[in-house]
């Protein structure tokens, strides 16, 4: 079912998570904390509870999109930073429909959810186009987008014409025939079909790489654009498509989590949780389905920290430290899938001698 490359892979992704909640326990001992009362907190908080399960699948669903949004761009030797800012523009295309078009819900959510979708499209095209045809890179391009879209966004629900009441910087609460259906009516948390387009997101984007000849051109150019080139493909179509998709990823996550949690867009809208999804990437191996689990692990660390600081006597900062340890481990995949096959040949060599 997996290849030796794959697995080697999902090994080393384990490893890092397991080295990094070591780290963590470490830290939660320093800080006064009890590893049992520790485990026990993250699991309570997480899982071990309704609102905690809830909690952690409502933090997951954005996760899944940036992590998409990274994951997409990166299969074609891309990196894209702009995950905040194409979100941000979901979220405004999203809010828009939610409050001046007032239709059926049948036909008003796939309305803002295909603004959405298309605001983000359109924040990562620019960034793709300037990387295609100028060579700009395009970290640079998205990180400048970034602050564009962001302080754009602020502009209009501060000052501007989405402002909803003076003294305040949100939108109003968008109709309710855009609110999403919920899946789980849990009173505090609700769960909406968020997370339903999420997986379905996934799933369609996995089918996109593998089994279609987009899919199997955005692989080529970024395992090695000149020999792509050479034989007809085209690297700058790829280049602008794969960063498409990439912003049509973030941009659902702005619209779904205006429409399936907020209801509304405001001044502090959590960018936070689209360079989470670099990590959430990263650790799925920059795979649409592995990209599911390890939004789910950060969204559980994430609805945790209340029940650490709360019961376990543990600073919420362990949880930061236990994610930039995955990130660090993650990013030093080569060495620990090096030291893995090393191992491997190195028992054949003693073997044969």
């Known amino acids: 079912m997996f290849g030796k490359g794959r697995f080697v892979g999902i090994i080393s992704s384990i490893i890092a998570v397991v080295v990094a909640i070591l ?19 993250i699991y309570m908080g997480s899982f071990g509870t309704q609102m905690g399960l809830a909690s952690t699948i409502n933090n997951a669903v954005p996760l899944i999109f940036t992590g998409l949004a990274v994951a997409l761009p990166f299969r074609a030797g891309l990196f ?21 078009v007032n239709l059926p819900s049948v036909i008003e959510i796939p309305l803002a959810v295909a603004l959405g979708a298309l605001f983000g499209m359109m924040w990562g095209i620019l960034p793709g186009y300037l990387k295609a045809k100028f060579g700009v890179h395009e970290v640079i391009n998205t990180i ?12 209009l629900v501060s000052n501007g014409p989405l402002n909803g009441v003076m003294g305040t910087a949100r939108t109003v609460v968008i109709h309710k025939s855009a609110f ?32 279609t000849k987009i899919g ?8 090695n654009p000149k020999a792509a080139e050479y034989s007809g493909i085209s690297v700058n179509k790829n280049i602008i498509t794969a960063m498409a998709l990439g912003g049509i990823a973030a941009g659902l996550a ?27 990437s990263l650790l ?3 795979n649409p389905y592995g990209v599911i689990p390890a939004a789910f692990l950060f969204a559980a660390l994430q609805a945790s920290n209340l029940q650490l600081q709360l019961f376990a006597h543990v600073p919420k900062d362990v949880v930061n430290i236990i994610q930039g340890v ?8 080569r060495l620990i899938t090096y030291l893995l096959t090393r191992r491997k040949g190195g028992a054949k060599g003693i073997g044969n001698t």
């Open 23 to 41: 780290v963590g326990m470490v830290f939660a001992l320093i800080s006064g904390g009890n590893i049992i009362d520790t485990f026990k907190a």
């Open 80 to 100: 894209n930073i702009g995950g905040a800012g194409q979100m941000y523009m979901g979220a405004i295309g999203a809010v828009l429909i939610g409050l001046y």
């Open 144 to 155: 400048m987008m970034n602050y564009i879209s962001i302080y754009f966004v602020r502009y």
């Open 180 to 211: 999403f259906p919920i899946l789980w009516n849990y009173p505090i948390k609700p769960v909406s079909i968020s997370i339903v387009v999420a997986v379905i997101l996934c799933a369609f984007y996995y089918w996109l790489l593998e089994s």
């Open 216 to 223: 199997f051109e955005i692989k080529a150019v970024g395992y």
């Open 254 to 280: 702005g619209a779904c989590f205006t429409l399936g949690e907020m209801h509304f867009v405001s001044n502090d809208f959590p960018v936070e949780m689209a360079f989470t999804g670099i990590a959430v």
């Open 284 to 286: 799925g191996r920059n």
């Open 326 to 333: 995955v990130i660090m481990f993650v990013a030093l995949d």
